[in-house]
């Protein structure tokens, strides 16, 4: 085993409730450095955490001989940029999703990664659901036969309040918006469940709420809190001509919702936030609960399926790193990132042209 792995934070806001607290329980892991865009926000991460160093560079922290893994939860517009400079420093990286702002970025980025001997991520954490990789299993063992149809259902209340205040969520030119922050996860979990790509889609973006408070004025929201794709698969041995629909609002309550469904030609699959699964065989009017495993989550936030998904992640990215392993099973590569990066660019285009786009014959 190498010695212990040095983890430097660059992004100080979601980081700080979700990956900041699960690799600070990892064994053989080092919290040594956190970096924001604010130092007083990194100030108070580093003190909260009892990390060494903090920074409103996040040059700083990249350039550190004890960062092993250079973990990237900064909006998106930022990530091509840290990506590469974290690939020249010889680090580890779990970068967020969306990977990129654009497919071109995205190429850059994985082609960059190539030949490198270091774990380059995108942080889909939900694969590591202990539920959602019992499902995957199932699927491939023909439990409910050839995917016919998948349907994705994610309704959130967090964007509903028009108080909720303008910040790079609410900015294309950041990356903002919910297909990049959302759609990105239900595209991954597509691609991984069902061993295969989407072939086309149409997309419908809107914003509902049109303006938010910054700094004391009313500021024009430029992105989507809604995000709605239809789509078809290529075929592959777990799907035949299949299609798939996705609803994804972040205004929509009360209750969140985060819910993936899968229709067989022998039965129906329902896997919920938190990874339960459920089926129901054809003819079977009723369905089945199937034991699952839960992973810890994480003391004063939500569980939305997202932290407890960390919680199983993050030990996996250590040991990795310390048996000198560059591959994770189920983790999502750069190359996932771009796959992912190309439907969401398609689904931009059909949202402005109104019309469907393809991606593959």
């Avoid at 983890?7 to 607290?21: E, K, M, N, T």
């Avoid at 022998?266 to 339960?276: C, L, N, Q």
């Amino acid at each position: 085993m190498e010695k212990t792995v040095g983890i430097g934070i660059v992004g100080a806001g979601f980081a700080r409730r979700v990956q900041i607290p699960a690799f600070s329980q990892c064994e053989g892991a080092r919290l040594v450095s956190v970096s924001s865009g604010t130092l007083a926000n990194a100030k108070a991460a580093a003190e909260e955490f009892d990390i060494e160093h903090f920074s409103n560079d996040w040059r700083e922290t990249i350039a550190r001989d004890d960062v092993d893994l250079v973990c990237i939860t900064t909006p998106p517009n930022l990530h091509r940029e840290m990506v590469l400079a974290a690939l020249d420093a010889g680090k580890h990286i779990l970068a967020e999703k969306p990977m990129a702002m654009n497919v071109a970025e995205a190429e850059e980025m994985t082609d960059a990664a190539k030949g490198k001997s270091v774990l380059a991520l995108i942080d889909h954490e939900l694969r590591f659901l202990p539920g959602r990789q019992k499902a995957y299993q199932m699927l491939r063992d023909g439990v409910i036969g050839k995917v016919l149809h998948a349907k994705y259902d994610l309704r959130a209340p967090h964007r509903a309040d028009p108080a909720v205040p303008w910040n790079w969520w609410s900015d294309i030119e950041a990356g903002g918006g919910a297909l990049g922050a959302i759609n990105s996860h239900v595209i991954d979990s597509f691609n991984w469940f069902l061993g295969t790509e989407i072939s086309s889609v149409y997309c419908q973006l809107q914003t509902h709420i049109k303006q938010r408070l910054n700094n004391g004025e009313m500021r024009d929201v430029t992105t989507d809190d809604e995000a709605n794709m239809l789509l078809r698969f290529t075929d592959s041995e777990l799907t035949s001509d299949a299609t798939g629909i996705v609803s994804v609002s972040m205004i929509e309550g009360p209750e969140y919702v985060n819910k993936i469904e899968f229709v067989g030609t022998e039965g129906w699959m329902r896997v919920g936030h938190r990874g339960d699964v459920q089926i129901a065989k054809r003819g079977e009017t009723e369905m089945t609960v199937v034991d699952v495993e839960y992973p810890p989550s994480i003391s004063g936030v939500f569980e939305s399926g997202f932290p407890s998904g960390f919680m199983a992640f993050a030990p996996k990215i250590i040991e990795a790193i310390r048996n000198g392993s560059t591959k994770i099973e189920h983790a999502a590569t750069f190359e996932d990132g771009l796959s992912v990066q190309r439907v969401l660019d398609a689904a931009r285009e059909s949202s402005t042209n109104g019309a469907r786009t393809l991606l593959s014959a």
